[in-house]
């Protein structure tokens, strides 16, 4: 998915990365800038140096004229090989209100998702008991309510069968760490490439077909409710 460029000067590696698959600005103003991004990239820089959204915005800062009290606020995350939007704040008071709006559970999000096994039709709730477990770097469904396992919710709907896999709308209730993947794995309806959580179903390297397709939160400056989307991608061969 990416392109390596290897640069040395006087005992240092610096490598940069080409993205085949660039981020996409879907909306940006004085106040916050909502991506797309592509799935297989981390949202935030880390000690890896994996290809990040983070480092290709900062990039992006750097060719245009920026307010001197300007920050890059990563208000929240997806998962690496998710793809989707992603909201970041440019003032720090834009950082607060959007953080205080996620927390407060005022966000609404919505999913696409491939995936197998027999969705029931219409909408259908899943409700579970979740803990993260950090050795396997994943989510685990818990039998009960324990002071590391907490309830979550999520809601989806059946939008249609292609071939062996039937995507979703799905709505969740709460925006805990890999919710949806486990929480549809545990339904028996893992998602498409999602080898983590059980599915054999093979997609790209570092990609599952889940889509973080549209978010409503509001606007910190102009406090009108507002709505971004991002079209499912291209490589999951489905049209809506």
Known sequence: MFTLLNQKSKGSRHVRYLYAM???????DGHLIVLNKPAGIVVELDRFG???LERWVRDYFNTIKLPSNAILGIVHRIDRPVSGLVIMAKKKSVLVSLNTQFADGTVQKKYLAMVTGNPQAGETTLSNFLMKDPV???????????KRAVPVSITYKHLGTYGAAHLLEVHPHS????????QLAAAELPIVGDALYGSNTPFHTNMIKLHASAITCIH????????????????????L
């Open 22 to 28: 660039e981020p996409e600005i879907v909306f940006e």
């Open 50 to 52: 994996y290809p990040s």
């Open 136 to 146: 396997q770097k994943k989510a685990i469904i818990a039998p009960k309510k324990s």
């Open 175 to 182: 925006g805990k760490y890999h919710q949806i993947r486990a």
């Open 220 to 239: 910190p400056a102009t406090q009108s409710e507002v709505t971004f989307s991002a079209p499912i991608p291209d490589s999951w061969g489905v049209s």
